[in-house]
């Protein structure tokens, strides 16, 4: 249940997003900015480069994850964007009260954008909807786990050898809606909701992965889960057209 309000609390910010900088778009423009916009006969199209903003926070509130992602876009056409994000998470996860494990690696998803924003000339802002491939390669250490008994006489047998397994890694497929908007020249402000399905994974034999760098926590009942991420980024502008 706590997934399903995360995902239902950012998707209705994002549909109220959408619908207040929709609104702002379908007022009467000034005639001052008709004239503005009517002189301005090109476009930039760039690399726009940034931060999911979510990740550095929650290492500094969570001691029990690190991360950083970076992200990028780059325009190819009127609509369509190609889009990436790189990153590597550190996630230690207990399973109360049998097993404390730490999941470490590196990921990277892939993919476009396709921006449903109808743009003055001149602005890059987007409301969009992408897909991405994504892939991860990854260590799980068990740091502790519990022997199950049923004898309540002696105490629990706790083990403490931490148990590493490298070479790990995971595939699947993730589709967003975002925001991103032009806060000042160049640099821009975006909020976006992911939803994602496990296509194939490695895991140790008799342990699962209870966690994937850039697709989050796992359960034995779905393939899927959600996410979300709060970027800032900067366009470098390349060329007019």
Known sequence: MRLQHIFVFFISLFLFTSSVV???QEEEIPEEIKQDTLQ????????????????????????????LEIVGDFRISNRYYVA??????????????????????????????????????????LIYAGMRAGYSTHTQTINSFTISTTNTFF???????????DGLSAVWLEFQLGIQTELFNN?????????KRRITET???????????GFGETTDDSEFGVGYGYTISYLIPFFKK
Do not use: H
């Open 22 to 24: 929709t609104n702002a």
């Open 40 to 67: 301005q006969k090109s476009q930039y199209y760039g690399l726009r480069l940034g931060v999911d903003l979510s990740k550095p926070v929650r290492s500094l509130i969570d001691d029990d994850y690190s991360g």
């Open 84 to 125: 990436a994000e790189i990153g590597n998470e550190t996630r230690t996860i207990t399973e109360f009260p049998n097993i404390n494990n730490t999941t470490e690696g590196s990921y990277i998803k892939a993919g476009f954008n396709y921006n449903a924003y109808n743009n003055w000339l001149g602005m890059n802002n």
């Open 155 to 165: 105490e629990e047998d706790i083990r403490t050898d931490a148990i590493e397994f």
């Open 187 to 195: 640099l821009y402000l975006g909020l976006n909701v992911q939803i």
């Open 203 to 213: 895991s140790i034999d008799g342990f699962e992965n209870i966690y994937i760098p």
